[in-house]
Nanobody, 126 residues
Framework: QLQLVESGGGLVQPGGSLRLSCAAS????????????IAWFRQAPGKEREGVSCMNASGFIIIYKHSVKDRFLISRDNAKSTMALQMNSLKPEDTANYYC???????????????WGQGIQVTVSS
């Protein structure tokens, strides 16, 4: 089965930057990383998990949550089966657990993503 492992979280001051990475494994010759849409979600305490960004398999469709647009950047490296989320100009309201996920196509519904990372904490505070 597919496995996703996240790294790069931590504590940062408002206005600072963090880069989250996600390494994927468990693909086969007929089921490769490049065939999947990639996504980042986040979940703050007491709130529902929400989509942050998604890129489809071709890379031609890229979606951002409105509040992070122009601050965050999603990317992928198909040769390395990795994805990343560059987060700039971070705000306290960005504080959450962040999750990487893959699916056949981009979706706002968490149930459409069969594979998830373990989640990694991002805390924005002075």
């Amino acid at each position: 089965q597919l496995q996703l492992v996240e790294s790069g979280g931590g504590l940062v001051q408002p206005g600072g930057s963090l880069r989250l990475s996600c390494a994927a494994s468990g693909f086969t010759f007929r089921n490769t990383f490049r065939n999947y849409a990639i996504a980042w979600f986040r979940q703050a305490p007491g709130k529902e998990r929400e989509g942050v960004s998604c890129m489809n398999a071709s890379g031609f469709i890229i979606i951002y949550k409105h509040s992070v647009k122009d601050r965050f950047l999603i990317s992928r490296d198909n040769a390395k089966s990795t994805m990343a989320l560059q987060m700039n100009s971070l705000k306290p309201e960005d504080t959450a657990n962040y999750y990487c996920a893959v699916a056949l196509d981009c979706s706002q519904h968490v149930g459409n993503y069969p594979s998830w990372g373990q989640g990694i904490q991002v805390t924005v505070s002075s």
